[in-house]
């Protein structure tokens, strides 16, 4: 794409960094090879880690770069490329763990764990959804109860991405069952590996860098240090829940739409001009001419709406309209960029290990995971007090 003539000098610097880094460390049969095992590379990643960038959502003081949504959502862009391999952890360590630590930590937790996630050596998954309970997050039924000075935490986290590999569960859970649905929320960190914590795999057939889980806790006793926040934090796992880093979340799963919709549409418009048919480059023929247009077209709208959020979000300005959007918008398109890439490309599209056939059945998901798009469009309609 044409480079944007605005992006601060710094975030170009980071994206050709990370462009020569996944040229020499994520070639495309590196690629297929994760793809088949459904598994990620521990090796390339501390490599990555080592350039420094897991600390783009970390103030200085505890060893990150200082907080920088904008680089953090170029970096995303740029690793989404070459598919989740290293998009995805690096947003379990960055974002899951470093942006809703350093959000809404307590002083303790921040200095425990930011040095860490900054250092890309920790990673959290999401426990939010349940097996009955999916965009109404205020209805989650997991319990944590005190117990003298223990938290005991009982429940079922559904669809619990990267929990096979993650130090830590973000758990939601309801700490005040006579409390209004949404005062009496609590944000937990669960490590993985306590006792009373059982894992079990789900398959889907996208984003295939890690399973997907149901994360099963009985009678899990942690200690009170646990909440998230510490004292503060108990019942207030709503607001963690609905602010920032909330928005911030929503941007990085646009992030990653776009940053695989770009990839597609570079090897269509590629493959276009090699591909001879009826004499000439299929990019000749005007059919495909268009569908190419249409889709670099479309893939700039998706930059030019995803950057203005990210710029608000990174400015501290109120973003939730403008997440949403970017959200609903680019995850929409990415879909539509990457069928028509796949048409272009014909037959040898749907070869399994093909870049775009990874990149199709991944971007399909997208409109679904971190909020779908008709949540996006209710959540739009309510901040712009749309009449009911």
Same mark, same amino acid.
């Given at each position: #794409?044409?480079?944007?003539?605005?992006?601060?000098?710094?975030?170009?610097? &980071?994206?050709?960094?990370?462009?020569?880094?996944?040229?020499?460390?994520?070639?495309?049969?590196?690629?297929? =090879?994760?793809?088949?095992?459904?598994? !990620?590379?521990?090796?390339?990643?501390?490599?990555?880690?080592?350039?420094?960038?897991?600390?783009?959502?970390?103030?200085?003081?505890?060893?990150?770069?200082?907080?920088?949504?904008?680089?953090?959502?170029?970096?995303?862009?740029?690793?989404?490329r070459a598919g989740t391999f290293l998009a995805g952890p690096f947003i379990h360590c960055a974002f899951y763990g470093g942006m809703n630590i350093s959000e809404n930590g307590s002083p303790e937790q921040k200095a425990i764990m930011l040095p860490k996630l900054a250092r890309g050596d920790m990673f959290f998954a999401y426990g939010l959804t349940e097996p009955d309970?999916?965009?109404?997050?205020?209805?989650?039924?997991?319990?944590?109860?005190?117990?003298?000075?223990?938290?005991?935490?009982?429940?079922?986290?559904? !669809?619990?991405?990267?929990?096979?590999?993650?130090?830590?569960?973000?758990?939601?859970?309801?700490?005040?069952?006579?409390?209004?649905?949404?005062?009496?929320?609590?944000?937990?960190?669960?490590?993985?590996?306590?006792?009373?914590? $059982?894992?079990?795999?789900?398959?889907?057939?996208? *984003?295939?860098?890690?399973?997907?889980?149901?994360?099963? *806790?009985?009678?899990?006793?942690?200690?009170?240090?646990?909440?998230?926040?510490?004292?503060?934090? !108990?019942?207030?796992? !709503?607001?963690m829940l609905a602010g920032r880093a909330l928005d911030v979340e929503k941007l990085e799963v646009a992030a990653v739409a776009f940053g695989t919709a770009r990839a597609c549409v570079e090897e269509a418009w590629s493959y276009a001009q090699m591909r001879e048919q009826f004499g000439r480059p299929i990019s000749g023929h005007q059919a495909v001419r268009h569908a190419?247009?249409?889709?670099? $077209?479309?893939?700039?709208?998706?930059?030019?709406?995803? $950057?203005?959020?990210?710029?608000?979000?990174?400015?501290?300005?109120?973003?939730?309209?403008?997440?949403? *959007? =970017?959200?609903?918008?680019?995850?929409?398109?990415?879909?539509?960029?990457?069928? =028509?890439?796949?048409?272009?490309?014909?037959?040898?599209?749907?070869?399994?290990?093909?870049?775009?056939?990874?990149?199709?059945?991944? &971007?399909?998901?997208?409109?679904?995971?971190?909020?779908?798009?008709? *949540?996006?469009?209710?959540?739009?309609?309510? #901040?712009?007090?749309?009449?009911?």
């Amino acid at each position: #794409m044409t480079p944007d003539p605005f992006e601060p000098d710094h975030i170009r610097a &980071l994206r050709d960094q990370i462009a020569r880094f996944i040229a020499a460390e994520a070639p495309p049969e590196r690629r297929r =090879a994760w793809e088949a095992r459904q598994d !990620w590379p521990r090796d390339v990643f501390a490599k990555l880690a080592a350039l420094g960038i897991c600390g783009l959502t970390i103030p200085e003081a505890y060893g990150g770069l200082g907080e920088d949504v904008a680089a953090a959502v170029a970096a995303v862009e740029e690793l989404a490329r070459a598919g989740t391999f290293l998009a995805g952890p690096f947003i379990h360590c960055a974002f899951y763990g470093g942006m809703n630590i350093s959000e809404n930590g307590s002083p303790e937790q921040k200095a425990i764990m930011l040095p860490k996630l900054a250092r890309g050596d920790m990673f959290f998954a999401y426990g939010l959804t349940e097996p009955d309970v999916g965009g109404d997050l205020s209805s989650v039924r997991t319990r944590v109860r005190r117990e003298g000075d223990e938290l005991v935490v009982d429940g079922v986290k559904r !669809w619990a991405t990267g929990a096979r590999f993650a130090d830590y569960l973000y758990c939601l859970c309801r700490s005040d069952p006579d409390a209004p649905p949404r005062a009496g929320l609590t944000f937990i960190l669960v490590p993985l590996d306590a006792p009373g914590v $059982t894992i079990t795999d789900l398959g889907h057939t996208a *984003m295939r860098y890690t399973h997907s889980c149901d994360v099963t *806790m009985e009678g899990v006793r942690l200690p009170a240090s646990a909440v998230v926040g510490g004292e503060a934090g !108990w019942g207030r796992g !709503w607001s963690m829940l609905a602010g920032r880093a909330l928005d911030v979340e929503k941007l990085e799963v646009a992030a990653v739409a776009f940053g695989t919709a770009r990839a597609c549409v570079e090897e269509a418009w590629s493959y276009a001009q090699m591909r001879e048919q009826f004499g000439r480059p299929i990019s000749g023929h005007q059919a495909v001419r268009h569908a190419l247009v249409d889709a670099r $077209t479309k893939l700039e709208a998706c930059r030019h709406l995803l $950057t203005h959020a990210a710029r608000l979000a990174g400015a501290g300005h109120p973003c939730g309209v403008e997440s949403s *959007m =970017a959200k609903l918008f680019v995850c929409e398109a990415a879909v539509e960029i990457g069928l =028509a890439c796949q048409r272009v490309v014909g037959s040898y599209a749907l070869e399994p290990g093909c870049e775009l056939d990874r990149g199709v059945r991944d &971007l399909l998901s997208f409109p679904i995971v971190g909020g779908s798009s008709n *949540m996006q469009r209710n959540n739009i309609a309510a #901040m712009l007090r749309l009449k009911s």
